[in-house]
Each structure stands twice: as structure tokens, then as C-alpha cells.
């Protein structure tokens, strides 16, 4: 069945810890996606990409990386993990319409990694 | 202003109600629209899209598109328990070129 995977679920990491959220796919979308989001709050985009060897930062500026290897994996990573960067975070992927029906840029969630950062 | 608006709620419905959650945009080129849902802790699932000026049905829920005004709506019938979470709007802004998310509206349902 096609979905969208995120490990871990949860994580609890010190401070000045290198940590690397992992997201994968197997919906065969071009497009993915990284938000944080605090409880309660709105979606910030922090990182997304078209495509194989693209990156782009979001609206939200983030101390967080990351890369796209190949289509089906858009791991974020975070070099020196910080209290501040305790949040959820969230991987999407979209498609570009097509003979799903749905319009292009449809985007279709993971469950989230909560992060803790002590 | 932002681009997609929502009031942040909370919305409070009685059980067996209907629940009617609004959202205007700003980009007049805007083409397609969409509602999600997101529970607490939980992520966003998609629940209804619509790309046409009108109403679009899918069990208890109905999209209410209306381009010249600028307004998308989402009518749930018969209110639930079980639909108590915060409700996204989302708009694919032309001139973007992305997806933009509402902050969203949290309903609450009271039995």
C-alpha cells in the first residue's frame, strides 16, 4: 500500500547532539516536504523539493539540513540539536495530478516525529 | 494580510448539529482548495478537495466553494464527538506556485 514514513516516532536527544529525522515514501511523488509545527500552532515550512538533487528552504527559517539522494527519501538533519528545536515535525509528499485525479500539489502527510531536546 | 485566513476558534457545536467552518484567500488566481483535518499529536489527513465554484459532497461533509468572493467553507452534518479537532484550509496559490495552509479553526463538539 502506498504511504508516507517517518522514524522515529519519537525522539528525546540532549543538547549539541547531531540527529537525522528520517522520511520516506513509496507514493512515487516528486515533491516533499519537511513543517514543524508547535502544539497548538500553525504549519511553518521549513524545507522542501521537486525532485531528485533539489533542495529549497521554506518560510520558516531553520538551523536544520537536508537532501534528496532519491525520490523516495528526504531525511532532515540537525547538527547540533538545541531546546529551541523541540517541536513536531512533519514530512509530505505531493504528486502532480495526473491519473490520480486529485489536482496537483494534493499533499499527503506522515505521522510526525516529536522531538525532545533536553 | 495573510494569505489563507481562518478564525482560530474555538467553534463549539452541539452534538447532532451542523458545524460550519469558513475560509477566505487573498490570490484571486487560486484554482484548487482543500480541507484537512488534524487531531491533537496527530498529522493533517486530507478530507475533502474542490476545484469549482459550488458545493461538493462526501458523506456528512460539503465544500462550498465560492471564487468571486473569495471564500471556501466546509459544512459538517450531523456533528460527532468524534469530529472535534482543528480543521485546515488550503488554498494552491497561482502565483506561489504552492500550497499555502490556514492557521486553521479548532471545533469543539459537545455532547
Known amino acids: 500500500e502506498a504511504d508516507i514514513y517517518q522514524t522515529p516516532r519519537y525522539l528525546v536527544i540532549g543538547t549539541g547532539k547531531k540527529i537525522t529525522l528520517e522520511c520516506s515514501q513509496t507514493?512515487?511523488?516528486?515533491?516533499m516536504y519537511w513543517y514543524q509545527q508547535d502544539p497548538g500552532m500553525e504549519l511553518h515550512l521549513i524545507h522542501y523539493?521537486?525532485?531528485?538533487?533539489?533542495?529549497e528552504k521554506g518560510d520558516l527559517s531553520s538551523e536544520s539540513t537536508v537532501s534528496r539522494i532519491r525520490t523516495e527519501h528526504f531525511p532532515l538533519t540537525l547538527e547540533s540539536a538545541r531546546p529551541s528545536h523541540t517541536s513536531q515535525y512533519l514530512c509530505?509528499?505531493?504528486?502532480?495530478?495526473?491519473?490520480?485525479?486529485?489536482?496537483?500539489?494534493?499533499?499527503?502527510f506522515g505521522p510526525g516525529t516529536r522531538l525532545t531536546v533536553l | 494580510q495573510k494569505e489563507v485566513e481562518q478564525n482560530s476558534g474555538p467553534l463549539s457545536v452541539p452534538e447532532g448539529a451542523i458545524a460550519s467552518l469558513n475560509c477566505t484567500y487573498s490570490?484571486?488566481?487560486?484554482?484548487?482548495f482543500f480541507w484537512y483535518r488534524q487531531y491533537s499529536g496527530k498529522s493533517p489527513e486530507l478530507i475533502m478537495s474542490?476545484?469549482?465554484?459550488g458545493d461538493k459532497e462526501d458523506g456528512r461533509f460539503t465544500a462550498q466553494l465560492n471564487k468571486a468572493s473569495q471564500y471556501v467553507s466546509l459544512l459538517i452534518r450531523d456533528s460527532q464527538p468524534s469530529d472535534s479537532a482543528t480543521y485546515l484550509c488550503a488554498v494552491i496559490s497561482r502565483s506561489a506556485s504552492k500550497i499555502i495552509f490556514g492557521s486553521g479553526t479548532r471545533l469543539s463538539i459537545r455532547p
Open positions: 490570490d484571486r488566481g487560486s484554482q484548487s
Open positions: 474542490i476545484y469549482s465554484n
Open positions: 509530505a509528499s505531493s504528486d502532480l495530478g495526473g491519473t490520480s485525479g486529485r489536482a496537483a500539489d494534493t499533499q499527503y
Open positions: 523539493s521537486y525532485g531528485v538533487n533539489s533542495t
Open positions: 507514493m512515487g511523488h516528486d515533491k
